[in-house]
Structures are given as structure tokens and as C-alpha cells.
């Protein structure tokens, strides 16, 4: 009888362990999932690419269960420490937004090989990165066609942020599209050099609306909004860009091309949910991969017109494959 005791009470303290085994695995794999996002210069309220991350994030989180926290260079310095900060609090994915923090990034990734980044907007041959990039000369091509469709004068105007080449592929596509329209048509283009001083952008928009140029598109960040609120006071159009920027300038905004960076975001957080490998190499998002879009077209009288030639132009240049000659 003692030995049949003293055995069924290790079966039960083995039965016990088993089953705190099971629970303890089970409650790794349904680990809440983490990701920390250094954001660009700007930060949070840039009414442009930071915030699309943003909300990407924020639907992650009310959708999929994914926690996250962000930081800004305002309160770390440089974006190397605020990287650093996000890998040290155990965030399984670690977002930079934004080419300028490549080189950080890339510092911050070598020292830490293990860690899963992501960066947005440039391209790293790192193992531990993957690395998001857009087709927006596809984008802006379409940016550039509204543009010349909606000018009377004949002259329309591009400000970029700075030289690099995410900005070049903008103002590519937006030439494009504008001569696909009108072969002759004008095409004013300034790089302000920042995507965080609205003055400037407001000087550039008002040397170029005295120009004629009468249709804006801004690639600046903040600069551009400045641009765009300029171009609302004298009475021109523009177009916007990373997200909807309507509500910025009410009455001059016909448009914004819109970068979904919070659509790759939210995937890239579904992946993470799901289990599934983040690997490393390059992801190019297009039109066709719902990379970009431009959104509603308002304030102009004809939009409704213009909506279906933009919708058609857009269809024949996913059949192309992009081709934009």
C-alpha cells in the first residue's frame, strides 16, 4: 500500500509538471507581439509619412493584438540611440522609417544580429534587415497626369525634400505623366534642401506661383505643407503627398499621392502575428501591390471625370508592368 501510494503521488507531481510544460509553451506561442518604430525628423503630427506609420501601427494594434512603441529624434538625440532603446525593450520587429536613418540603423543592426529590423525607403544588404521601398515615379506619374489635366496656364510646379533618390523617382514619374498629357507642358522644380521648414516651402510656392505655375506637388514633408498652404492662399491648386493632406489646405488640395506605408506596415505586423519569417532582402510596393494610390479627388469641378481618366491610366500602367515611356 506505501509503495502504491508513494507512486501514484509521483505520477501526479509528473502529470502537474507536464501540464505546467504545456501551459508555459502555450503561452510563449501566444506571446504578444511587439514592434518599436524610430520615426523621421519630423515626428508624430507631420500630416505626412510619419503619421501614415502611425496609424498603421495603431490598426495593428486594435486589430491583430500587436503592441508597439515609437520614437522621436527630438527625445533621443539620434536616431542610433533610439533604435538602441527599441531593441533593448525586447520589441520582436524594429521599424526605421525613413532613408536618413539607414546608416544608424545599420549600426544599431550589426550590433545586435539577432534582431529583426526593417527599413523604409532605402535598401540594406544586412541579413538581420529587411529592407521597404516604393515604385513612386509609378505613383507620381498618375500625380503628374491630374496636374496637367487641371492646369489652365500651362505651367505646374514639383518641391522635393532633398536629392535623394526616393525624391528623384518623384519628380521622374511626375514629369512623365504631366507630358503624357500635354507634351509642352512647363514644369517648375525645386529642392528645398529639409522636410521640416514650412516657411521655406511657403517661399518656394509663392516664387513659382509667380511663374504661373498654378498646380503644386510637394514630395517635402513639412516644407510641402507649407507649399500647400500657400498655394490655398493664392487661390492654385496642389497635391499632396504620403497621405491624404486635403484637410490641410481645404481648397487647393485636388489630390494627394498617398505612399500606404501604414498598409506595410499593418502586413508586416499580420506576418509577425502570424508566425510567419520577416526575411531579409528587399520589398518593392507599387501600384499594383497597393504600394500607393492617389485619394479622392476633390475641389475641382470635373472630378468626377478626372477620377475615371486617372482610374484608366492607372489600369494600363499595371498592365504595363510599370513601364512608364
Known sequence: MRKMAIFAAVLLIALSTAGCAGKSEETAAEKTKTIGIMLTDNGLGDQSFNDSGFQGLMKARDELGI???????????????????????????????GYSMQADLEKVAKKYPKQRFVLIDSVSDLDNVTSVTF?????????????????????????????????????????????????????????????????????????????????????AGFTGVGALK????????????????YYTAEHAVISSLVKNVDHVIYELAK??????????????????????????????????GLTKKITDMKNSLIEKGGDLK
Do not use: C, H, W
Open 67 to 97: 503592441t508597439f512603441d515609437y520614437r522621436e529624434i527630438k527625445d533621443t538625440g539620434t536616431y542610433e540611440k533610439g533604435l538602441t532603446q527599441l531593441v533593448r525593450e525586447g520589441n520582436d520587429l524594429v521599424v526605421g522609417l
Open 271 to 304: 506576418d509577425l502575428k502570424d508566425n510567419k519569417e520577416i526575411k531579409s532582402g528587399e520589398i518593392v510596393y507599387g501600384l499594383k501591390e497597393n504600394g500607393m494610390e492617389l485619394a479622392k479627388i476633390r475641389v475641382v469641378k470635373n472630378a468626377g
Open 135 to 219: 515604385k513612386e515615379d509609378e505613383g507620381s506619374f498618375l500625380a503628374g497626369a491630374l496636374a496637367a489635366m487641371t492646369s489652365k496656364t500651362g505651367t505646374i510646379g514639383f518641391i522635393g525634400g532633398s536629392d535623394a533618390d526616393v525624391i528623384k523617382r518623384f519628380k521622374k514619374g511626375y514629369l512623365k505623366g504631366a507630358e503624357s498629357v500635354k507634351p509642352r507642358i512647363r514644369v517648375l522644380s525645386d529642392i528645398s534642401g529639409t522636410f521640416d521648414d514650412d516657411k521655406l516651402g511657403k517661399g518656394i510656392a509663392q516664387n513659382m506661383i509667380r511663374k504661373k505655375a498654378d498646380v503644386l506637388f510637394t514630395a
Open 230 to 245: 500657400e498655394a490655398e492662399a493664392q487661390k492654385v491648386y496642389a497635391i499632396g503627398v504620403d497621405s491624404d493632406q
